[in-house]
């Protein structure tokens, strides 16, 4: 079976997950970036070949936090982004997107700052979600939809359907995780 293949199997797999706010999440999320780092090096995908090492490291640091929230079977619960952290959010989006954006000109890749714009907001969220924020799925809605777009001109169609599976579950879980965030209160 084709590595991308494999990689978005995973990938559904870390979607419903996350959808359900279970641990097991960083599970998957450890197994499909070691995956999508060999298939978006092979694509050219630079800044997507990095944030999956990132992913690697958020995995671990996510199933970190999430556990420290527990007691005994109680897992973190899912909160609002503080308002007070909108600005170093902001600016960790605009710094990255940057940096990346002028690291990648030095590269062979043409979709320099379209590879920047996700792997930026991916920063973000996926700090977001190592804290069970429920913003954070907007700010993967907006990446993912990119990312649609992306794999598909890099011809990356499985990841490009998984991805738009992504755009459309992140709605809903954003709906779920607010709905629980009202049950909890």
Not at 142 to 163: F, I, P, Q, S
Request: charge should be negative; avoid cysteine; charged fraction near 15%.
């Amino acid at each position: 079976m084709d590595m991308e293949i494999i990689g978005a199997i995973v990938g559904l797999l870390y979607l419903w997950l996350e959808y359900r706010a279970s641990i097991f999440l960083w599970i998957a999320g450890m197994i499909m970036p070691a995956i999508y780092v060999v298939v978006f090096y092979e694509a050219g995908l630079y800044a997507d070949t990095a944030i999956n090492v990132y992913y690697l490291a958020a995995g671990m640091y996510g199933w970190w936090m999430w556990l420290r929230g527990r007691s005994s079977s109680e897992e973190q619960p899912i909160v609002h982004t503080p308002l007070r952290q909108a600005p170093a959010l902001a600016a960790t989006f605009l710094g990255s997107f940057l940096l990346i954006g002028i690291l990648l000109g030095y590269t062979d890749s043409d979709v320099v700052w379209w590879d920047s714009l996700t792997t930026a907001l991916s920063i973000v969220a996926m700090w977001m979600l190592a804290r069970k924020q429920a913003e954070q799925w907007l700010v993967w809605i907006v990446a993912d939809a990119v990312y649609v777009a992306l794999y598909l001109y890099k011809g990356l169609e499985a990841t490009a359907v998984l991805y738009a599976l992504y755009t459309v579950i992140a709605i809903f879980g954003y709906r779920k995780w607010l709905k629980e965030i009202k049950r909890t209160i």
